[in-house]
């Protein structure tokens, strides 16, 4: 597959268990959405467990910056393990200690702690693809 | 062959961040665990049987799980069963879409109106699911129903302990295999339920034990004699703990 038009992609992770996973979700979406539409596009990670090809292929051909939720990281495991390459990766808890104030409640829907939080984090993940499109990180090979 | 308890139903939604369906499913999923059937139901993220470890990859051989799917691309029930045990349930949203003569679920960030009528379709058909598993027997390795009864309302247990941010781990006993250290899924619980059946150890019920053991966890191909000297060794060791708690 040939890079995609929209060359970042951004993968967060699937947490249902703890608000972290929906921040990370929310975050992913004000990124692909709002903040950076025209040069990202967001991959389901539902797809990479599977093994969809064009999912795979995604994260193959184009930089990608990932979104955990927790320590385990599963976003970024999986990029790498479906041949992807990942730049970047963010963890919410990180982001979380940077913002103490913020702290988020609900997983269903985030509470205004958890939407300034996934702002927040939102914030760097932008940044992160304006570095990667200007061409000032280099992409690691897969 | 034993039956291990049988106390919850483990649901995995696919989550899908790109579709409206995957919202539903997750939305759906956490209302059954929240609110439906909270001290019924458990889950895990799906990638952590990838990402995760043995305990995690057993979730579907230690629970009769509902695979709850946005599209026809199932990722959800094709992935559980590819990595951890064929689901005994599925759901899939946009299948319920029609059924249900709803319109399209729209918007995968905010869910437009028919998407929060298919989250109330989905939840309901997932707790419908999660009231039948439990009332009927459900063979492990094939993931189907053995046959559908009433049964005994099934008491309300403490929730597995936790392995990962979603509370979803599966006991897991770490023992010396020849030197060498290995994770056995399940094993607390079995060795529980053979000291309940009051099974005294022996030649005849370490066999049992690993015939049991081999449900959860891949044992080599010829390592059956060094699992059963483990084996025997640890339920003798549980045991002896088991008596000086008491």
């Not at chain 2, 905010?110 to 309901?124: C, E, H, I, K, Q």
């Not at chain 2, 009051?198 to 030649?203: D, F, N, T, Y």
Request: hydrophobic content about 40%.
């Amino acid at each position: 597959m040939s890079p995609d038009a929209r060359n970042v992609m951004v993968v967060p992770c699937s947490g249902i268990g703890k608000t972290y996973g929906t921040v990370s979700r929310e975050a992913a979406y004000e990124v692909t959405e709002d903040l950076r539409a025209e040069s990202t596009r967001l991959v389901a990670l539902s797809l990479l467990v599977l093994g969809d090809d064009e999912a795979r292929a995604a994260v193959a051909a184009n930089p990608t910056v990932t979104i955990d939720g927790c320590k385990l990281g599963c976003a970024e495991k999986m990029v790498r393990e479906s041949g992807g390459r990942v730049p970047r990766s963010f963890a919410v808890l990180d982001t979380y200690r940077r913002h103490r104030d913020l702290k988020p409640d609900g997983i269903a829907e985030l509470d205004e702690g958890g939407r300034r939080l996934a702002h927040a984090l939102a914030d760097e993940v932008a940044a992160a693809v304006d570095s990667l499109t200007a061409g000032d990180e280099e992409v690691p090979h897969a | 062959m034993p039956e291990l308890p049988n106390r919850m139903v483990g649901i995995v939604a696919c989550s899908g961040e790109e579709l409206a369906e995957g919202t539903v499913t997750r939305l759906a999923a956490l209302r059954v665990l929240h609110e439906m059937r909270p001290d019924r139901t458990v889950t895990i993220c799906l990638p952590l049987f990838l990402a995760g470890g043995k305990g995690d990859r057993a979730f579907a051989r230690f629970y009769p799980t509902i695979a709850v799917d946005g599209c026809e691309k199932r990722c959800a029930a094709r992935a559980t069963e590819q990595l951890s045990g064929k689901p005994a349930a599925g759901v899939i949203v946009s299948d319920l879409v029609r059924e249900h003569g709803l319109g399209r679920p729209e918007g995968a960030r905010r869910l437009n109106a028919s998407g929060l009528l298919a989250v109330d379709a989905t939840a309901d058909r997932i707790a419908g699911l999660v009231d039948e598993l439990l009332g009927a027997k459900w063979d492990r390795r094939t993931g189907a129903l053995v046959e559908l009864e009433p049964g005994p309302a099934v008491s309300a247990e403490a929730p597995p302990q936790a392995g990962c941010a979603c509370g979803s781990g599966i006991p897991v006993a770490k023992v010396d295999v020849d030197g060498r250290t290995v994770s056995l899924a399940a094993l607390p619980l079995i060795f529980e339920q053979f000291r309940e059946a009051g099974k005294a150890p022996g030649a005849e019920v370490t066999q049992e034990l690993l015939a049991t053991v081999k449900v959860y966890n891949d044992v080599p191909a010829g390592a059956d004699e060094a699992y059963r000297a483990v084996l025997a060794r640890e339920y003798a060791v549980f045991l002896d703990h088991e008596r000086a708690a008491r």
